[in-house]
């Protein structure tokens, strides 16, 4: 027996393009699930759901922005016609800021304006909102749905220059507890997972710099910066029927970066 099988499921990950996305995507297929493989950038999607396809499993890639609900509820129609109804919903689809080089560069709070808040606000927040809104009717109406939401340390425990970003994730994990205690009795489980620096394209920029890098390590019970799989492998228990009893809670993976009870 194999408690994290997905044979017979069909998850949809969100910014599954590259990253935490794209491994979170190889992982769930590598145990036989079906995978929506979404991005914004197409041909990002494209290639990992290639990369699926390559190795024995299902995949189809979609495009599609999370911040626009219409567009996510269109994808996970077009997504269910082609492999099924969504029975995995992975929110994993985030940005740190609004510039290409977020963490060296996001000025102070009190220099933004409320046009600067958006773009963190709208993935990080209103993205987890509209994956959940599109694929639960569907879920509530078969009884069976898992829901994970890919956060934040920033979210969690704060970090300088990233309370915005914070918030939005906070936002998303505060969301995940209620909305749990809404469709549990539908047999649907809403959890998180809070990751620290793990080594992606997306903060590739942001560790480069040895220095840099030495210093941020020092933070960390673990002296390394996180692996995606690092990642994917917490977001596949919480999205296989081995956490069924879990349900409303934030999973720190994070190299002991922040220990909090
Ligand atoms: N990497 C880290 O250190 C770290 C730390 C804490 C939390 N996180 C969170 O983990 C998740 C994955 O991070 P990553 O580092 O792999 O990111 P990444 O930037 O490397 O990749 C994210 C992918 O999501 C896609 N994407 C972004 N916004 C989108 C949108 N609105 N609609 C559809 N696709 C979109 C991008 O095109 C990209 O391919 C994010 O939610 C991020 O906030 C990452």
């Given at each position: 027996m194999n408690v994290l099988d997905m044979t017979g499921r069909t998850a949809l990950v969100t910014g599954a393009g590259q990253g935490v996305g794209r491994q979170v995507a190889l992982h769930i297929a590598a145990y036989g699930g079906a995978v929506v493989v979404n991005d914004y950038?197409?041909?990002?999607?494209?290639?990992?759901?290639?990369?699926?396809?390559e190795q024995g499993g299902r995949a189809l890639a979609l495009r599609c922005d999370v911040t626009d609900l219409d567009?996510?509820?269109?994808?996970?129609?077009?997504?269910?016609?082609?492999?099924?109804?969504?029975?995995?919903?992975?929110n994993n689809a985030g940005n740190a800021g609004p510039a290409?080089?977020?963490?060296?560069?996001t000025p102070p709070f009190w220099e933004t304006d409320p046009k600067d808040w958006e773009p963190w606000i709208a993935t990080n927040f209103y993205g987890v909102l509209n994956g959940c809104r599109a694929v639960l009717p569907d879920m509530v109406?078969?009884?069976?749905?898992?829901?994970?939401?890919?956060?934040?340390?920033?979210?969690?425990?704060?970090?300088?220059?990233?309370?915005?970003?914070?918030?939005?994730?906070?936002?998303?994990?505060?969301?995940?507890?209620?909305?749990?205690?809404?469709?549990?009795?539908?047999?649907?489980t809403a959890n998180c997972v809070a990751l620290s620096t793990v080594n992606t394209p997306g903060v590739a920029s942001?560790?480069?710099d040895p220095e840099v890098a030495r210093k941020a390590l020092r933070g960390?019970?673990?002296?390394?910066?996180?692996?995606?799989?690092?990642?994917?492998n917490a977001v596949l228990f919480l999205a296989s029927d081995a956490a069924a009893w879990v349900t409303g809670q934030t999973y720190p993976v994070n190299g002991g970066y922040a220990i909090t009870p």
């Open positions: 950038h197409l041909d990002r999607a494209e290639a990992v759901a290639a990369e699926i396809s567009d996510v509820t269109a994808m996970v129609a077009h997504g269910t016609e082609q492999l099924g109804p969504i029975d995995v919903l992975v290409d080089d977020p963490l060296a560069h109406e078969r009884g069976y749905g898992r829901i994970v939401s890919v956060i934040s340390d920033a979210g969690r425990t704060g970090e300088p220059n990233l309370a915005v970003y914070g918030g939005a994730k906070a936002g998303a994990a505060g969301f995940s507890r209620g909305l749990a205690k809404s469709v549990g009795r539908h047999g649907i942001a560790i480069a960390y019970v673990i002296r390394r910066f996180g692996e995606p799989a690092d990642a994917a």
